[in-house]
């Protein structure tokens, strides 16, 4: 008989409902084999439990002197009980953190992870990153304000699905330096220099650049207000990498959009060896997929992004270099990167 996963918090509640709960007749035998002075292995062994679920089971119901079958068991089934009130519903003061938080922009993770460090003692209480999450998707709960989720770095309810899509053709396509040859360093993060970029699209034929080192995650961006044909994105890219110093542009991923057909230019004036990920394959650039994430909650979609100006945008790399990512050891990719630079110099 294999041991059943007792999952009961020991502190009262219960953090989700065991496979296979203790039956009334298992807590009998417990307290039988209580009071026969059975070490708690022995009962589990006799049960067919695993010895950490007869251990708990004794702790949290008054430990061996005071168990009885009848209240643990009556205990259980309140804890099973549902409806149950909700953490962020019972607790309005932290529901109001969290708001506040959102609305700032700030992801689950870096709430949650900060009340756990005690960055907010006055809130005087923790929550997870999965409980926010759950409390802005689910629309029966009104724990927080609706549409919270427009201040996600995704702002929609569900994810796409990759689809099978016709590749493209094209002349200038045909050679292109493939994802697939780009040096062993780059793949593995090994380094600070390799970039990866796109392009984020507005609502008129404005656009702005995005380039994210790989290792570090630091950013950089240009806006393109005029559009995003060839030539423009050409001379915007080679201002934007030579804000770089040399020895760190190293290399550049791209998809295979039509703005890069002067890569082999660039890279013969910014000194870049240039790589494109496949025909429709965003994932094979996650890092620049999940910063542009990051970049939508002060960039929002349909928006006309030639009002943003080189100092917005300059204040957005700003807030997102110096923000503590998770990816990072709660680090910041100003400081990874300022480090790289100080070993060139």
């Known amino acids: 008989m294999m041991p059943a996963v007792d999952t009961q918090s020991p502190t009262g509640g219960a953090a989700s409902m065991p496979a296979n709960p203790l039956t009334l007749r298992e807590r009998e035998e417990i307290r039988y084999g209580i009071g026969r002075l059975e070490s708690v292995t022995s009962i589990a062994a006799r049960l067919g439990r695993h010895r950490s679920t007869i251990g708990r089971e004794i702790s949290r119901n008054g430990g061996r002197d005071r168990y009885r079958a009848f209240a643990a068991s009556d205990r259980a089934a309140a804890c099973r009980s549902r409806p149950k009130p909700r953490l962020l519903e019972r607790c309005r003061e932290l529901a109001a953190h969290v708001t506040c938080r959102l609305e700032a922009k700030d992801s689950p993770m870096t709430i949650a992870v900060e009340l756990v460090q005690g960055v907010y003692p006055k809130v005087g209480r923790t929550v997870s990153h999965e409980t926010i999450y759950r409390a802005i998707n689910d629309p029966r709960h009104r724990d927080l304000p609706r549409d919270l989720y427009r201040c996600l770095h995704r702002r929609r309810r569900q994810r796409h699905h990759r689809g099978d899509r016709r590749p493209h053709h094209g002349t200038w396509r045909d050679e292109l330096p493939r994802i697939a040859q780009r040096p062993t360093a780059a793949t593995e993060r090994a380094e600070v220099g390799h970039l990866e970029g796109d392009l984020i699209i507005g609502s008129n034929r404005a656009a702005i650049i995005t380039v994210f080192d790989r290792k570090s995650r630091h950013l950089w961006m ?9 030539p423009i994105t050409l001379i915007a890219l080679t201002r934007l990498l030579r ?13 295979q959009g039509g703005e890069m057909a002067g890569y082999a230019t660039l890279a013969k004036r910014c000194g870049i060896s240039i790589y494109f990920a496949d025909a429709h394959s965003p994932w094979q650039r996650p890092t620049n997929e999940n910063g542009n994430g990051l970049i939508r909650r002060y960039v929002g979609k349909g928006t006309d992004l030639s009002r943003f100006t080189p100092a917005d945008l300059r204040s957005i790399e700003h807030r997102i270099n110096t923000t503590p990512r998770r990816v990072l050891n709660w680090a910041t990719a100003q400081h990874i990167y300022d480090q790289a630079v100080a070993m060139t110099a």
């Open 222 to 230: 240009a806006a393109l207000p005029d559009g995003r044909t060839a």
């Open 243 to 255: 804000r770089i110093p040399a020895p760190l542009r190293r290399t550049l991923t791209w998809d």
